[in-house]
């Protein structure tokens, strides 16, 4: 699935450029040089920080993520490899046959929608920057709601199914936690038979805990010194309730009430799902925040910029946390549903950190080689918008329609993912990188494309003297020829 995002948006990058250079004249094998040299660093780049963002799961502590990092990375990689080499050949190959049976690629499209957007947000930069950024900060909000839900079982199979109403039956008469029943081992530390006298008292104190059922009768080891109280909850074992049964006051009781002598270990599904969740939470807290301070010096490093990073990587965290809140609406507050799958943040992490670094690196790369043609920030986002846009919003329209059509498979957990993916993909799409980042970026000015403090500095003394050297209501000469000259390398200098 992150395979088949990431690959599309590749290849949509380059056949957008590709058919942009052959509109300009350029033979065909020409138009793919041009156009891998010119889209193929955006590809690059992109594909650089998502392999970051993937193999920082190397640091958690789940094996099911630490391996599924290194893996997703190696895909991308190879992905970038093809998208560089050997579609970049099929083409050239090909040539404009590729567009068969098609002959629209002749003609420019007139792009007005794109350029009537466009327009307008080179006009009222912070008009579409607040609109877009209040709209994923009031779906961000919804995300402190999110609630993890390790009910697989439930979401999966239908109620007519044989295991459905097996448990079903099992619950008229027993409490819920009967299907998958808990386990506390009482355990000798010495070695020596448990005394005989302290287990009924300690199966009454694990039997008074509040959310157990019952407790059955203890089992002994053939050696006696091990016990197995078997404990029965009231909620569904695998439900929140019964997590933090097993999390707080069972655990606390097994190991508190334990006799002198022994300890107590507290096992079984639910406490596995305690674990998960402890074990999810730190790597929240690690993983997360490790990710974006790598992806950030990727993005300073590839846009030569000290200033676009922090702006970029703050609106896919808005795009992220848009997206878990308004799949908690959907399904925990309209739906009634207990939660969202536990797994949900992290395949939102693959896709909407992925997708979107992509979309935000796309148009910044142009918005970028606008400005280094000498239109001014407000032209470049409005030219910007108008050529990558229908790239964006192709790419977008695309993925997120496919990965929609989960939600039709009738099952929750699948709904949920569908519809997670999708939105996230339309939200880093069509809010975060046609509207908020290259409204920001006209905002910010050529700050945006500066390497250091230094040449922002330099910038501001520059504009203050031309100030200064100019009359009142006048432009400052010396400000606008440095800022719009196009950039010049040290060789052409030298030249």
Known sequence: MVLFGIGTDYILFLMFRYRERLRAGEDPKTAMVSAVTRAGEAIASAAGAVIIAFLALVLSTLALFR???PALAIAVFVTLLAGLTLIPAIVSLLGPRVFWPSRTWRAEPSGARFAAIGGAMGRHPARFALAAGLVMAAFAVAAFGFHP??????????????????NTQLLKGEPAGATEPSDVYLRSTGGAPLAPGELPAYQARLAAVPGVGQVSPPL?????????????????????????VVKGPLRD?????APAGTTALVGGTTAVYVDIQAAVSHDYAVVFPVAAILIMIILGLVL????????????????????LGSTVLVFQRLQGQAGLIFLLPVIMYM??????????????SRLREEARAGRSPREAAAQAVRHAGPTIGAAGLILAGSFASLMLAGQSTLSQMGFAISVGIAVAAFVMALFFTPALTALIGRAAHLWSLMAIRRINRTYHTGMMA??????????TIRANAPRRSPCSRRR
């Open 304 to 323: 030569r910029s000290a200033v676009a990073p922090w702006y970029l990587l703050a609106s896919v965290g808005l795009g992220f946390g848009a997206t």
């Open 67 to 69: 391996s599924l990092g």
């Open 149 to 166: 839900n390790f009910d697989l079982n439930a979401s999966s199979a239908s109620k007519t199914a044989e295991s459905t109403v097996w």
């Open 253 to 257: 009781a097994a190991h508190h009430d």
């Open 220 to 244: 002994l080891s053939p050696h006696g010194n091990v016990a197995d109280f078997r404990v029965t909850l009231t909620d569904n074992p695998q439900s929140s309730q019964a997590i933090n």
């Open 470 to 479: 100019t009359a009142p209501g006048a432009k400052p000469a010396l400000f």
């Open 351 to 364: 896709f909407v950190v992925a997708l979107g670094t992509d979309y935000n690196i796309l148009m910044i």
